[in-house]
């Protein structure tokens, strides 16, 4: 596998990921109210979508921190990121010129490019990952 076909292949995991998050409600989510005093207000660590309902529970679990994390990367923000990772992707095609493999975004630079190796990293835990990739 190469670094292009890692990259789709996570995006493509991440995507489908969030639209199944998003699926039952919408896809933005916002921390409670309350989520800055959380021994103060009870559901502190709810964390709701666009229309107010809720997405997780606050059974003691998140903390208020947590839930302004997990709000933070809601679905639609993931598909964002998915669609900036897939735009990147097409920018960043190896063409061959000179008899050398080289990278069409950056044509000063072999293929993979830097830019595809950072890109990478996001997902260094994957068991596909080549450590290769790394600069």
């Known amino acids: 596998m190469d670094i292009a076909e890692f990259l789709a292949a996570r995006l493509d995991e991440d ?3 969030a639209n199944a998050a998003a699926g039952r409600s919408s896809a933005e989510w916002h921390p409670s109210p ?3 005093d959380p021994h103060e207000y009870p559901g502190s660590g709810e964390v709701l979508d666009a229309k ?3 997405v997780i529970y606050d059974e003691g679990t998140p903390s208020g921190p ?3 994390h997990i709000a933070r990367h809601d679905p639609a ?5 998915v669609a900036a990772g897939r735009t990147i992707l097409r920018r960043h095609k190896p063409v061959r010129s000179s008899g050398k493999l080289q990278c069409e975004g950056c044509l000063t630079t072999f293929w993979p490019c830097p830019d595809l190796e950072d890109l990478a990293t996001i997902w260094s835990d994957h068991p596909d990952y ?3 990739w790394e600069q």
């Open 66 to 68: 947590e839930a302004k």
């Open 77 to 81: 923000r993931v598909l964002r990121e």
């Open 34 to 36: 309350y989520a800055d």
């Open 15 to 17: 995507d489908a990921t």
């Open 130 to 132: 080549d450590r290769g």
């Open 52 to 54: 107010g309902d809720v």
